[in-house]
C-alpha cells in the first residue's frame, strides 16, 4: 500500500514564500516520478511541476517557471516543493503523486496521490 501525505500548505500573502513536503511509503521512492498538481475551487487539477526517478528532468507549467522549484530527497522518500512570489491565483488545494519513473505532466501518468493541503495566498 503506498501512502502519501502532504505537508506545508498555509496562509501566505502575496509575495511571500512556502515549501510543501511530501512523502511517500510503501515503495522504492528512487524508482519513481514525483509529481505536484493543484485544484482551485471550481476549477479542473492542473499540473504544476514533477521530478524523475533520478531527480535529474523535470517539468513545471508555464504559470509557475522561474517561481517554483521542484526537488527530491531519495534518502528521506520526500519531495519538495518551493513557492516563491507567490500570487493570489496559486490559491489551490495541493496534491502530490507517484508515477511511473519518466512520468511527466500528465494526471494520468499517476498512480496514488496524496489528500492535498491547501494553499492560499492573500492580496
Partial sequence: QVQVVESGGGLVQAG??????C?????????YA??????????EREFVASVN???RTTYY?????????ISRDNGQNTVYL???SLKPEDTAV???AVGAPDAGTSQWEYD???????????S
Fill in 16 to 21: 511571500g514564500s512556502l515549501r510543501l513536503s
Fill in 23 to 31: 512523502a511517500a511509503s510503501g515503495r522504492t521512492f528512487s524508482r
Fill in 34 to 43: 514525483m509529481g505536484w498538481f493543484r485544484q482551485a475551487q471550481g476549477k
Fill in 53 to 55: 526517478w533520478s531527480g
Fill in 61 to 69: 507549467a508555464d504559470s509557475v517557471k522561474g517561481r517554483f522549484t
Fill in 82 to 84: 518551493r513557492m516563491n
Fill in 94 to 96: 495541493y496534491y502530490c
Fill in 112 to 122: 496514488y496521490w496524496g489528500q492535498g493541503t491547501q494553499v492560499t495566498v492573500s
